[in-house]
DNA sequence: CTTGACATTGGAGTCAACTCCAATGTTATT
DNA sequence: AATAACATTGGAGTTGACTCCAATGTCAAG
């Protein structure tokens, strides 16, 4: 007989807390059998799948994209068609890990010409941060700042 | 005398919704003047305040963050020990955000070699998703997976 | 039986950054 | 005066992922 797992020892073991792992039934992520005295029990595969989530939400993904992905633990044998869609699916979410990467980048070279004109202020580096906060704002609008001014004023990031 | 905008022309000009620039209002981030009827009236410097704001934004500063750094705008001279303090902000903003592209680097590795196993089993992206995956694993809880299957039952991401 | 540690349910609260909506007032044009 | 387009305020709602709490039941050990 396979061993079942309490709750508290689900939360000990994997580290999400029993309210989560309520709730995570509650919404149908995760459900596990019940006793008779309606406790909860959780099965191996049902540790499995928790584990699958931490996974998942450590790339980002959102609860309801979790769900839909975890269906493909139920299936006996393996559908190529889904298996294409989420491998699709995955290649979205890689495309827009990509873009977060690169905005990230330029928000690091922003953040780093900043504190350093802070701390030294000369031509060179006000020229250079005017310049990409010029860029950083045509992402944000798609235009020219109408309203600049030099000095420490632009150095707020 | 200076052109006072009203709050149409302003979420016009900047993109801001009208709602949004009553809530900084009320919140205390960007408060413009008022006429006799109580109608909000934005100066140019009120602008400038929010073009920074969507800047600040765009780094990923909260309103709370953001709040904390528009003060300068407000000073005559420029105090060396305050731009120090914001320098040092910037800093740590930055180290915050390289680990953040760690992050999502990893993120997208795994993303790439989970879509490519669901395209093409075999030993090989098995063994390299497998690997990949106890690395992260290791982020989330610091230590090994304790029940791990191999298969396509694991590729979820 | 008592006690303490566990479980359950139902339902509301938290967070940050907005967003919506009703009621009311203001302005300018016809 | 009527109308339309603007403004204001106050206050509640939204979002997604939890988190908290009161009331009640269950279990095991002393």
Redesign the interface.
């Given at each position: 007989m396979e061993k079942l797992y309490s709750i508290q020892e689900v939360s000990q073991?994997?580290?999400i807390s029993k309210d989560t792992l309520r709730y995570y039934d509650r919404i149908g992520i995760v459900s596990p059998s019940r006793e008779e005295n309606k406790y909860r029990r959780y099965s191996?595969d049902d540790?499995?799948d928790l584990?699958?989530i931490?996974?998942?939400q450590?790339?980002?993904?959102s609860l309801d994209e979790i769900r839909g992905?975890?269906n493909?633990?139920k299936m006996d044998n393996?559908d190529p068609v889904y298996?294409?869609e989420?491998?699709?699916f995955?290649?979205a979410?890689?495309a827009e890990?990509?873009k977060?990467?690169a905005h990230?980048?330029k928000?690091?070279q922003?953040?780093?010409i900043?504190?350093e004109t802070?701390?030294n202020f000369n031509i060179e580096s006000d020229r250079r941060l005017a310049k990409i906060?010029r860029e950083?704002?045509m992402?944000?609008?798609g235009g020219e700042?109408?309203?600049f001014?030099e000095g420490?004023?632009?150095?707020?990031?």
């Open positions: 073991i994997l580290g191996k540790l499995i584990m699958n931490q996974i998942m450590y790339v980002d993904f992905t975890l493909i633990r393996i298996c294409e989420v491998s699709a995955l290649d979410k890689n890990t990509r977060k990467i990230l980048e928000v690091s922003l953040l780093n900043a504190a802070l701390r906060v950083i704002y992402d944000i609008r700042p109408k309203y001014k420490c004023d632009d150095h707020q990031g």
